[in-house]
């Protein structure tokens, strides 16, 4: 079974400041696949990151990157310099080898920057 | 062009009506989804199409009909919905339907109400 966590309750953020969005995920899967997306008010789900079970490096895409440590099974999120525009529901998801091609999302981290 | 369109945005009807819904990306992404979203939940998955082929079926019933015309194009048939379907339709697109590194590329999704 996989199973991804995402505790935090609401966040305020203050515009330009960095935040950390935590992910904890369970699966007894060696090959999986770590993934962020972002929803804003609107609906669509935006995908931002994607991290590897090998990867050696912590991805990161612009103001995105991912904190990966495997040993702790945590994929936290880090948005650098927060925007406005940041405001959304982030959804910490995995896909497993075994997981029969399905996209298990956590219950979401909602953010609010505030200026 | 990472973009998958969905029609229409927004879906009012009857608990005796048929509507459907539509969703298209020109990619060449040979895997496409249909999930449903609650307010403050993550999507859950309805219906996996791999080169044009029904692979899953989350066991959802039968007044929910997909259809995958051809390669780009994916449709939600709806009839005889009940209110607790109200939902946001998200569809969303992968390369292949397997695989850990598979991106899904989710649409802007058609919020549905059902009176």
């Known amino acids: 079974a996989q199973k991804i966590t995402q505790t935090q309750p609401g966040m305020f953020v203050q515009e330009k400041e960095a935040v950390t969005l935590d992910c904890t995920y369970d699966t007894s899967d060696q090959s999986y696949g770590l993934f962020w997306y972002k929803q804003p008010s609107s609906g669509e789900m935006i995908f931002l990151i994607y991290?590897?079970?090998?990867?050696?490096q912590n991805a990161t895409e612009g103001r995105y990157s991912l904190n990966f440590q495997k040993a702790r099974k945590s994929a936290n999120l880090v948005i650098s310099a927060s925007q406005l525009g940041d405001s959304a529901m982030y959804f910490c998801?995995?896909?497993?080898?075994?997981?029969?091609?399905?996209?298990?999302f956590g219950k979401g981290n909602q953010v609010v920057v505030i200026p | 062009d990472t973009e998958v369109t969905q029609t229409p945005k927004h879906l009012v009807m009857g608990m005796t009506n048929k509507k459907s819904l539509k969703c298209e990306q020109h990619m060449g992404h040979r895997a496409m989804y249909w999930y449903k979203q609650k307010a403050k939940k993550p999507p859950e998955l309805m219906f996996v199409?791999?080169?044009?082929?029904?692979?899953i079926n989350e066991s959802v019933p039968s007044r929910f009909s997909p259809e995958c015309p051809n390669s780009s194009l994916l449709n939600l048939h709806l009839h005889a919905l009940q209110p607790e379907d109200s939902a946001l339709y998200l569809c969303a697109s992968s390369q292949e339907v397997s695989g850990i590194q598979e991106t899904q590329y989710f649409g802007p999704g058609t919020r549905l109400l059902v009176l």
């Open positions: 199409y791999s080169y044009e082929k029904l692979s």
């Open positions: 998801a995995m896909r497993t080898f075994y997981g029969n091609n399905r996209l298990a």
């Open positions: 991290q590897g079970s090998y990867d050696e």
